[in-house]
């Protein structure tokens, strides 16, 4: 079920419905790779991406606690990206035949339509600000749009839990990882924001907005 993932501490919780551990940095799902479950994060941070023939990987996005992998997979047992631990996650696999029989509650096929929604309008703002906005507009984007989806109980002084690297940033909004370093710098330097030791702190979030809100 899962492939190329260094799986540890395996909880079965019954036929349709299993639990698995997956270490930072291991891929927890294959491209391409036909699979007869739904996954969902429980715990950590992943992020969905493909890998070009060039060799170069496009983020196409992070995945927090409580996102399916992508909404297609409901439908789809196959699907092109890949799924990365980038923290220790516990993830949840439900098998798709379930899955389906459940769409018939009017409250399960609600949440499955919401999660399309969202997957599809953060892919458009995505794809506008690939398109139309300098490096700064970019990652002050790609800050805000996490911002939004970290619970509240783990905001402290606007400091937000965000274990990013410099090379993740650079992978989901295109840009190098030396263009990534200096934006940050920057934002540091200017008093917007910080990122540092997997936190990021808001020091000017008005400004952060100016910078990376699409409207």
Same mark, same amino acid.
């Given at each position: 079920?899962?492939?190329?993932?260094?799986? *540890?501490?395996? %909880?079965? *919780?019954? #036929?349709?419905?299993? !639990?698995?551990?997956?270490?930072?940095?291991?891929?927890?799902?294959?491209?391409? !790779?036909?699979?007869?479950?739904?996954?969902?994060?429980?715990?950590?941070?992943?992020?969905?991406?493909?890998?070009?023939?060039?060799?170069?990987?496009?983020?196409? @996005?992070?995945?927090?606690?409580?996102?399916?992998?992508?909404?297609?997979?409901?439908?789809?047992?196959?699907?092109?990206? =890949?799924? $990365?631990?980038?923290?220790?996650?516990?993830?949840?696999?439900?098998?798709?035949?379930?899955?389906?029989?459940?769409?018939?509650?009017?409250?399960?096929?609600?949440?499955?339509?919401?999660?399309?929604? $969202?997957?599809?309008?953060?892919?458009? =703002?995505?794809?506008?600000?690939?398109?139309?906005?300098?490096?700064?507009?970019?990652?002050? !984007?790609?800050?805000?749009?996490?911002?939004?989806?970290?619970?509240? $109980?783990?905001?402290?002084?606007?400091?937000?839990?965000?274990?990013?690297? !410099?090379?993740?940033?650079? #992978?989901?909004?295109?840009? $190098? *990882?030396?263009?990534?370093?200096?934006?940050?710098?920057?934002?540091?330097?200017?008093?917007?924001?910080?990122?540092?030791?997997?936190?990021? %702190?808001?020091? @000017?979030?008005?400004?952060?907005?100016?910078?990376?809100?699409?409207?």
């Amino acid at each position: 079920m899962l492939r190329d993932a260094e799986v *540890t501490g395996a %909880e079965a *919780t019954g #036929d349709w419905h299993h !639990h698995r551990i997956v270490p930072a940095g291991q891929q927890v799902l294959a491209p391409n !790779h036909a699979s007869a479950d739904v996954f969902v994060l429980c715990s950590g941070w992943a992020f969905r991406s493909v890998r070009l023939s060039n060799g170069r990987r496009q983020i196409l @996005n992070f995945l927090l606690p409580g996102d399916l992998f992508s909404a297609s997979a409901v439908f789809n047992d196959c699907c092109q990206f =890949s799924v $990365t631990a980038l923290t220790t996650v516990q993830i949840s696999g439900m098998r798709r035949t379930q899955v389906h029989s459940r769409l018939v509650e009017p409250a399960v096929a609600a949440a499955v339509g919401k999660c399309w929604a $969202t997957e599809a309008q953060s892919s458009d =703002s995505m794809m506008a600000v690939l398109g139309q906005c300098s490096a700064e507009e970019r990652i002050a !984007h790609l800050f805000l749009q996490l911002l939004r989806r970290i619970p509240r $109980t783990m905001v402290h002084a606007r400091r937000y839990p965000c274990p990013l690297r !410099h090379q993740h940033i650079a #992978d989901a909004v295109g840009l $190098t *990882t030396v263009h990534v370093s200096r934006v940050l710098g920057g934002f540091r330097e200017r008093g917007i924001a910080e990122l540092s030791r997997g936190v990021l %702190e808001v020091r @000017n979030m008005s400004e952060l907005k100016r910078l990376g809100a699409l409207s």
